[in-house]
Every structure is written in C-alpha cells, then in structure tokens.
C-alpha cells in the first residue's frame, strides 16, 4: 500500500511517499481503507520537534530517539471496514466508519497518512455519521476532542459570556460550537478574514486580534478560552487573562493533559447528527502531496481543518 513515511524529525521534507506492507488485523481488530486523514497542530510539533529541550525529551520518550518509532504519522481516520478480526463483532466489511486513534496518552497509534490502518475496536471507532462525507469526519476527531477536554472544565449556563482565543482554528471552530449549543454568547478572537466564518458557526461578537484598538474591545466573561495555547502570543491574550468575571475561570489548552475517552468521541458523533456540530475545512490535499500540507498548517494560519485524502 501506499503510505507517507517520516525518515526522521525535522522539516516537512522528512515525509516521503513510499510502498509499504498492508497491516493484518488481529483478532480483535478492524482493518480500514482510510478515504480521508488530517493534518494536526500535533502532528508537526512531532513530525518538527519544534520545541523547547524539556518538551522534546518527552515527545522522543513517547514516540521514539531519533525518528518516530511508528514512521508513518496520523491519527485521524474516516474510511470503510474492509476486513476485521475472527473476534470483532461491532463492525462489518463495508460499514463506513470514523476514528480517532488515541486512547489516553499512553494508548494511542499512529498510522493514518497511508490506504490503509488497524484498530481495535473497542478504540475512539464509530459509524461515519450518514450526514457528513469523509472528508468532513476526518475534520472532527482531534478539534472536536481537544474542544470536549476544555468545555468539560466549563459549565456553561444560558447567558454566560465566553470569550474564545483562537475561535477560527480546528479546536476553536469546535468550542465555539459546543459553548453556543450549551447557550453561551461567545465572542471570538480571530482575525479579520475569519470573522465571516465564525459568525457562520453562531458567534455573536468578533474581536480582530490584530486591531489597533483590540483590547478596549474586551468586557468581561464567564470563561475565557484559549484554543491556541503556548504557541501563539499577544497583547489581547495577555489581557484577555484578566478578563474574567468574579468566579469565572481562564482554560488554556496547554494545560493539563487532554483526555480523549470514547464518551466525548461519541458525543461528537451525536452532536454532528443533530446538526449542532459542523466541521469546517480550510483545505483538501492528495496523499502525494503531504510535505506542502504539513508547510500549509505549519504556517499557523488555517482555518479550521487541513484534510488529505489518501484514496
């Protein structure tokens, strides 16, 4: 089968297109033709090694010294059964399927940037919900879990002010979501070019980050929500801190660890079929062009979700 290969840490030329075994499954798990994959804020800071000593150290720990010890990166999945173990009795060759590939932090598995993967099925695995294709399932596993760890820290009541940092990225898109449908009035911080999209996705008010006038902009909230965490800075996110109602709580996605327990996978598959949740793509590539999707998200300016499809 066709698979993208990482030869090593380092810029998006590490990734090559190469021919590799066709995984089996074992007896508890599925094998899937993968249609659609994506490419996370995660996947280049372990593809880059783009941080400081500390973090580096625990990225090579969890993935392997000196390249991945699974060369072949992804954990985002929308595809279709095509085989299955003697064991599996949740799925069936030809179910139409979505997946997010990690467990916990230590119970997860790379391998979707190629035709074909295995999972158990017991994992963060589900139908494909009938009302979206898959390119649009392989848009909700990692913002949508991200955005569930921090609207779990939440308890959002109708009225509550919320500000969201980040509202045009893949977690952002989410939270902004997921705090509207639990009668929240959010306002989001993106910038100018995004206002359009977010308000599209229900935001009520829109501060350009980039503005002169920016922070005379802020009120104060119940929640202020950081969707970008450490990796980006400004004046606004500074004072955004501070922002807070008596009571009210800063959530940054840096802090703690996400947890991404099948409860939330299938709260996300329930809230897509009801049309609360819609998964937002910025761009489409082909698995032959992997290297300018990883620069494309590298830059740091999607909108949403950058997804690769690999049939």
């Known amino acids: 089968m066709k698979a993208v290969v990482a ?38 800071l372990i593809r880059g090694l783009n941080a400081p000593l500390i973090y580096k150290l625990i990225v090579q720990l969890a993935f392997g010294f000196g390249k991945p010890r699974n060369p072949i990166l992804g954990m985002v999945v929308s595809g279709t059964i095509a085989g299955k173990g003697k064991n599996v009795t949740k799925f069936n060759p030809g179910d139409e399927v979505f997946a997010y590939c990690s467990m916990s932090p230590m119970k997860h598995r790379f391998g979707s940037y190629a035709e074909y993967i295995c999972l158990p099925q017991d994992w963060n695995l589900a139908l494909k919900p009938t009302n979206i294709s898959f390119e649009e399932a392989a848009a909700i596993p990692y913002g949508g879990l991200l955005a569930a760890h ?16 980040g509202a045009s990225g893949s977690i952002g898109t989410m939270a902004l979501q997921m705090a509207k449908d639990a009668g929240a009035i959010v306002t989001s911080v993106c910038s100018r070019k995004n206002f359009e999209l977010v308000k599209s996705l229900g935001s009520d008010e829109v501060i350009d ?21 450490n990796s980006k800075s400004s004046v606004l996110k500074a004072k955004s801190k501070q922002a807070i109602n008596k009571g009210g709580k800063y959530l940054s996605i840096d802090q703690g660890t996400p947890t991404t327990p099948k409860t939330a996978f299938l709260m996300l ?12 793509i910025d761009r489409v590539y082909p698995l032959e ?10 830059g740091g300016h999607k909108r949403g979700n950058v997804v690769v499809l690999t049939a």
Do not use: C, F, W
């Open 7 to 44: 030869t090593g840490y380092g810029s998006p030329e590490v990734l090559q297109l190469r021919k590799v075994n066709k995984p089996q499954p074992n007896k508890n798990e599925v094998l899937i033709k993968i249609h659609a994959t994506s490419v996370t804020a995660s996947d280049i």
């Open 150 to 165: 921090l609207m779990k820290k939440t308890n959002i009541t109708k009225g509550d002010k919320v500000l969201i940092y």
């Open 209 to 229: 980050y980039t503005a002169s006038n920016a922070e005379s902009q802020l009120e104060t909230y119940q929640y202020v929500i950081d969707a970008v965490g």
């Open 269 to 280: 598959k329930k809230l897509v079929e009801q049309g609360k949740l819609k998964p937002v």
């Open 289 to 298: 062009e992997m290297v300018a999707a990883h620069r494309y998200v590298e």
